[in-house]
């Protein structure tokens, strides 16, 4: 079993759309997520942390399930400049990327 | 302006012929990483660096070298590359292996 799974989607939406998707993790004790973002294999870059309680950046809202050990994103009013691939980064002794997950926002 | 430059940034290669891929931070990070993507597959981690002479194998090392003598310089090798190191590669730093990484702009390697 892979330690992180992504939906590889690709999610095309409307702008303006809200979309949502999960990242799943194997090892109970990870401790740190994150969720990156990547460009048409550009570098990954930062997009936020994913704290216990939730966190909100702007339109993004993260989500962390430990019973179910997923994590979430969801983009709200979805802006053609999010399309990007979306990468779940969990950490137990080092930081595992999952394979992304493809968000193509059409106008 | 805080960074993780990689060089080059794109290179074709024959079957064979040693190569080296330099990456250089500035930002006192004491842990550096290099991975490769390929299509479907994800980050994968070559080699990592918790600190100056402190190396170990990450999850696909084979084929592989890394040195780490100064902080900031963190060079992957590949002694006799083959086509299956075709690929993008990233190299990584961060302040510690749990934090997130800043990652250098990839370089694209073609073995031919």
């Known amino acids: 079993r892979k330690e992180v799974e992504q939906d590889p989607g690709p999610f095309n939406v409307p702008e303006g759309a809200t979309v949502a998707f999960n990242c799943t993790y194997s090892n109970s004790a990870s401790q740190s997520f994150f969720w990156y973002r990547q460009d048409c294999r550009k570098e990954p870059k930062l997009l936020m942390s994913?704290?216990?309680s939730g966190n909100e950046d702007g339109r993004f809202t993260a989500q962390l399930n430990r019973a179910s050990q997923y994590i979430s994103l969801l983009i709200r009013d979805s802006k053609l400049s999010d399309s990007a691939t979306y990468l779940c980064?969990?950490?137990?002794?080092?930081?595992?990327f999952g394979a992304g997950t493809t968000v193509t926002v059409r106008a | 302006e805080a960074q993780v430059t990689q060089n080059p940034r794109y290179l074709i290669t024959v079957t064979g012929k040693k190569l080296t891929v330099t990456c250089s931070q500035n930002?006192?990070?004491?842990?550096m990483s290099w991975y490769r993507q390929d299509p479907g597959l994800g980050l994968r981690q070559i080699y990592y660096?918790?600190?100056?002479?402190?190396?170990d194998k990450g999850d696909v090392p084979e084929g592989y070298k890394v040195s780490r003598k100064e902080k900031r310089n963190f060079p992957l090798i590949l002694e006799s590359p083959s086509p299956n190191q075709t690929s993008l590669y990233f190299c990584?730093?961060?302040?510690?292996?749990?934090?997130?990484?800043?990652f250098g702009d990839g370089t694209r390697l073609s073995i031919l």
């Open positions: 930002m006192n990070h004491e842990y």
């Open positions: 660096s918790m600190n100056v002479e402190v190396t």
């Open positions: 980064v969990v950490d137990f002794y080092k930081l595992s």
């Open positions: 994913v704290y216990s």
């Open positions: 990584a730093s961060s302040r510690t292996g749990q934090e997130p990484q800043h």
